[in-house]
């Protein structure tokens, strides 16, 4: 198996193509989880705002927590380790430092 790495480890990475553009897949994924995720946000706040009985709120309070805590997990992991990596994206553990 004969894979290109760039300058910083990571493993080089095909254009996704598209009828009408060309983009990096990471783009891709991280657009359409911001999409559904606002989505879900707003489909919760909305429902919130309209339901008056706080006994069928509470799917919408634990959805909303769900998406909110996705999301600050996410920039919190980026901003300690700099880039994000998953536990598992990495083939070895030899490359990762030791706590």
């Excluded at 193509?17 to 994924?29: A, D, K, P």
């Excluded at 880039?83 to 083939?91: H, I, T, W």
């Amino acid at each position: 198996m004969n894979s290109s790495v760039r300058a910083d480890g990571l493993p080089e990475t095909k254009p996704w193509r598209s009828c009408c553009c060309l983009c990096e897949r990471s783009f891709v994924v991280f657009l359409t989880q911001t999409i559904f995720g606002l989505c879900i946000l707003t489909f919760c706040a909305y429902q919130l705002s309209s339901d008056i009985d706080c006994n069928r709120a509470t799917p919408y309070w634990g959805l909303i927590g769900t998406i909110c805590g996705f999301f600050f997990r996410k920039i919190s992991f980026q901003s300690k380790y700099g880039r994000r990596s998953g536990v598992n994206s990495g083939v070895g553990s030899e490359s990762r430092a030791s706590p």
